[in-house]
């Protein structure tokens, strides 16, 4: 079975502060992606990769960036935290991008 | 651009009583239609994927279906334990998936 971990449940972090959320697969997948999701707003995609050191925009990608070092590692930074950042995020890999993405138990975080 | 609309939005059964979850999908080259069930609080988990029209997926008291327009979640007999939100996702052209927004199936005991 596909494992995606994510590396906190929750989280409450400041306005202003740099926060990381830490990604890992272990089904050796290409793709990884790094989604939001609010009630009523449905996931939105932020960013994804599609190889390591490779990156792309989703439709979301202002206030965060993206960094994968390695292949099975993907990590979110959101630069310098907002408030309406506060939300619960989701990644997912998989292998092929015509194959089914496998998400993680995501991450809630809040922005105080 | 590619669209991907479900409904109902929301959806209250008796358990017991069956009923279809509608996936309606406009995607340049289809390349996959997927199916979730999504748990209060938790990711998506993964149920089916359906390739080409007149494909059929079953587990338990889930049937998937793929026309050229739509696929449908067939629930038969419907438990308590089915309560969740459900989404599909269509794998077009571009490189990453574009989601429904759901319908939350809440099964009445």
């Known amino acids: 079975d596909v494992k995606v971990t994510q590396s906190s449940r929750y989280l409450v972090k400041r306005t202003g502060e740099k926060v990381f959320l830490e990604c890992v697969q272990d089904?050796?997948?290409?793709?990884m992606f790094w989604y939001r999701q609010d009630p009523g707003l449905g996931l939105r995609l932020i960013y994804f990769s599609y190889d390591v050191k490779m990156k792309e925009k989703g439709d979301i990608p202002e206030g965060y960036s993206v960094s994968r070092e390695k292949k099975e590692r993907f990590s979110l930074i959101l630069e310098s935290a907002s408030t309406n950042q506060t939300s619960m995020y989701l990644c997912?890999?998989?292998?092929?991008?015509?194959?089914?993405?496998?998400f993680g138990d995501g991450t809630r975080l809040s922005i105080l | 651009e590619d669209q991907v609309t479900q409904s109902p939005e929301a959806l209250r059964l008796q358990e017991g009583e069956s009923s279809s979850l509608n996936c309606s999908y406009t995607?340049?080259?289809?390349?996959?239609l997927f199916w979730y069930r999504q748990d209060p609080g938790k990711g998506p988990e993964f149920l089916f994927t359906l390739y080409s029209a007149g494909e059929e997926k079953e587990k338990e008291r889930l049937k998937a279906t793929l026309t050229k327009k739509e696929s449908f979640l067939h629930i038969t007999a419907p438990k308590p334990e089915d309560s969740a939100t459900y989404l599909c996702?269509?794998?077009?052209?571009?490189?990453?998936?574009?989601f429904g927004s759901g319908t939350q199936l809440t099964v009445l005991p």
């Open positions: 995607v340049s080259g289809l390349r996959g």
């Open positions: 089904m050796d997948h290409e793709n």
């Open positions: 997912a890999s998989s292998l092929l991008s015509n194959q089914p993405q496998h």
């Open positions: 996702a269509a794998a077009g052209s571009a490189r990453q998936l574009t």
